[in-house]
């Protein structure tokens, strides 16, 4: 299996992360608007990330392209950052919101280190997208 395909299929898994999320939020704002649950909370938002999350994304797309020798041109840069840094550091957010259901207070070590690893390896193997 190539980098460009597993670059993929990791862009995929992300993605599919992120819908689930976003559902599960969705469901928890109509149950409260049918006064069947309580209200939502402010971090109950995919997009609410944490700069721990960017800057792990980050320093691990850079490790991937410093390994990979990429060419630094204006489409590389913008792709790793669309791909590399935003969407893996918003699909580990939605780790973390599906796991607490939007609770940022209750999310345990192994539910970081999850999110963690999601967001070093969105980042990673996000240099098969720019190859």
């Known amino acids: 299996m190539t980098v460009e395909r597993v670059a993929v299929i990791a862009l995929v898994v992300e993605v599919a992360i992120m819908v689930l999320a976003r559902f599960g939020t969705e469901r928890r704002h109509w149950n409260h608007h049918k006064r069947r649950g309580p209200a939502p909370l402010k971090r109950d938002d995919i997009t609410l990330v944490s700069g721990v999350l960017y800057a792990l994304a980050a320093a691990a797309m850079l490790v991937g392209a410093v390994t990979a020798r990429i060419e630094w ?11 590399g840094i935003l969407l893996p550091a918003f699909a580990a957010n939605s780790v973390m919101v599906m796991a607490t259901r939007g609770r940022p207070e209750a999310v345990t070590w192994w539910q970081r280190g999850i999110a963690c690893a999601v967001a070093a390896g969105g980042g990673l193997v996000s240099v098969g997208l720019v190859g």
Do not use: D, W
């Open 73 to 83: 041109t204006l489409s590389a840069v913008g792709t790793f950052a669309l791909f």
